[in-house]
C-alpha cells in the first residue's frame, strides 16, 4: 500500500459545474501527477507536481487546473466540467528519488458529468 | 509525439503456459520502463521496472528490454488465472513524464 488516498470515490455532476478532486499521500513523496483513464487511450497525464507550488502541464491539460499547497496534497479542479472529462482520474506518486522511478497509483475517482 | 504503442489483444493463453506481452517505445531518450497490472475497476499495479538492456527475472515475471529496438516485453511463466488483466507498458522520458501504452489484455483459460 502506497499511501495514497483519494476523494471522492465516485462523483456525478452536471456540466458546466465546478469539480475539484482531491488526491493525498502520506509517503511524502516529492512527484505527484494526475491522470485520466479512458477505453482505447490508457493513461494519459493531465498534470504533475515536482514540489510545493511546482505544477506543469501533461499531454491533457485543457479544462484542468491543480493546486500543490502541502507536500501531502495534489487538488485538481475541472473549472467548468464538460461530459468529455467523464472519466476515471488517477493520482499517482513517484516512489523513488529520482525522477526515473516507478509510480504507485491511488485507488481512482469515477467522475460522470451528465 | 512520444508514444508506447501495445497491441490491445485479447491475447488468450492456456494455463500453465507463457504468456509474452510486448511494447515499442518512440522516444529513445526513455531511461526507465515499467509493467502494471490492471484489474477491471482497479488502479494499475507495479510488476516490474527495468532500466538497462538485458533481462530481470522477478519470480514468475521476466521483463526484457532492448534500447536498440526500442523494444520492452514481459514474459509470464506458468500462467494462472489470476493472471488475467490488463497490462501496461510505461516509459520514464525526459521531465520525469511517463508515458503510458493503451495496455493488452490477457486472458489465461483454466
Known amino acids: 500500500d502506497a499511501g495514497i488516498t483519494q476523494s471522492p470515490r465516485h462523483k456525478v455532476t452536471e456540466t458546466g459545474t465546478p469539480v475539484t478532486l482531491r488526491c493525498h499521500q502520506t509517503e511524502n513523496h516529492r512527484y505527484m501527477y494526475w491522470y485520466r483513464q479512458d477505453p482505447g487511450h490508457g493513461l494519459r497525464l493531465i498534470h504533475y507536481?515536482?514540489?510545493?507550488?511546482?505544477?506543469d502541464k501533461g499531454e491533457v491539460s485543457d479544462g484542468y487546473s491543480v493546486s500543490r499547497s502541502k507536500t501531502e496534497d495534489f487538488l485538481l479542479t475541472l473549472e467548468s466540467a464538460t461530459s468529455s472529462q467523464t472519466s476515471v482520474y488517477f493520482c499517482?506518486?513517484?516512489?523513488?528519488?529520482?525522477?526515473?522511478?516507478?509510480?504507485?497509483f491511488g485507488p481512482g475517482t469515477r467522475l460522470t458529468v451528465t | 509525439q512520444k508514444e508506447v504503442e501495445q497491441n490491445s489483444g485479447p491475447l488468450s493463453v492456456p494455463e500453465g503456459a507463457i504468456a509474452s506481452l510486448n511494447c515499442t517505445y518512440s522516444d529513445r531518450g526513455s531511461q526507465s520502463f515499467f509493467w502494471y497490472r490492471q484489474y477491471s475497476g482497479k488502479s494499475p499495479e507495479l510488476i516490474m521496472f527495468?532500466?538497462?538492456?538485458g533481462d530481470k527475472e522477478d519470480g514468475r515475471f521476466t521483463a526484457q528490454l532492448n534500447k536498440a529496438s526500442q523494444y520492452v516485453s514481459l514474459l509470464i511463466r506458468d500462467s494462472q488465472p489470476s493472471d488475467s488483466a490488463t497490462y501496461l507498458c510505461a516509459a520514464t522520458t525526459g521531465g520525469f513524464k511517463t508515458i503510458f501504452g493503451a495496455g493488452t489484455r490477457l486472458f489465461v483459460k483454466a
Open positions: 527495468i532500466y538497462s538492456n
Open positions: 507536481s515536482y514540489g510545493v507550488k511546482d505544477t
Open positions: 499517482a506518486i513517484r516512489g523513488g528519488a529520482g525522477g526515473f522511478s516507478e509510480q504507485y
